[in-house]
């Protein structure tokens, strides 16, 4: 078993309240992209509210929508953003987020059963504005390999 899994946050600023007839698509598929990713090969882990979501919390600010979960590899995480079905609503997503400068994904590695919470998300979106890669916090065009 692996000593380190992937863990994964995304960030987006949306372009009106959730509950508007603008964000009514988005909010509709939830659920079913939610099922998607912890069907999917490698998904460990997922932040969740009490909806079974994570669209009532609101670390970043109110009009900010956050995504954290755990996967077991790099690879597994791209083939479920860029190879599933999760590909139609990402293509959808400027339709309901604004697009922006700073980077809004950030990947790291996390000791195997650890479950990072907002605050070190945070850190690690940060670390790689600030910095940009490190095998400390990066993306998906230059990822880091599993420590050793």
């Known amino acids: 078993m692996a000593a380190y899994e992937l863990a994964q946050l995304n960030i987006a600023q949306m372009n009106a309240p959730l509950d ?3 964000m009514a698509d988005f909010v509709a598929n939830l659920d079913r ?3 998607l990713a912890e069907a999917a090969p490698g998904f460990v882990w997922r932040l969740q509210d009490d909806g079974g979501n994570a669209t009532a919390l609101r670390p ?3 009009d900010t929508l956050v995504n954290l979960s755990v996967w077991s590899s790099v690879e597994a995480l791209s083939d479920y953003v860029y190879k599933s ?3 139609d609503i ?3 997503r400027k339709e309901w987020f604004a697009r922006t400068p700073e980077a809004t994904t950030v990947l790291w590695w996390v000791p195997q ?3 990072p919470d907002e605050n ?3 850190q690690k979106l940060q670390t790689l504005r600030a910095m940009g890669p490190t095998d400390k916090a990066f993306g998906f065009k230059q990822a ?3 420590p050793a």
């Open 20 to 22: 508007s007839p603008q």
């Open 33 to 35: 992209i939610n099922a």
């Open 113 to 115: 059963g650890h479950r």
């Open 144 to 146: 880091f390999a599993v």
């Open 60 to 62: 970043f600010g109110d």
């Open 90 to 92: 990402m293509k959808r």
């Open 120 to 122: 070190e998300a945070l």
């Open 85 to 87: 079905a999760h590909v």
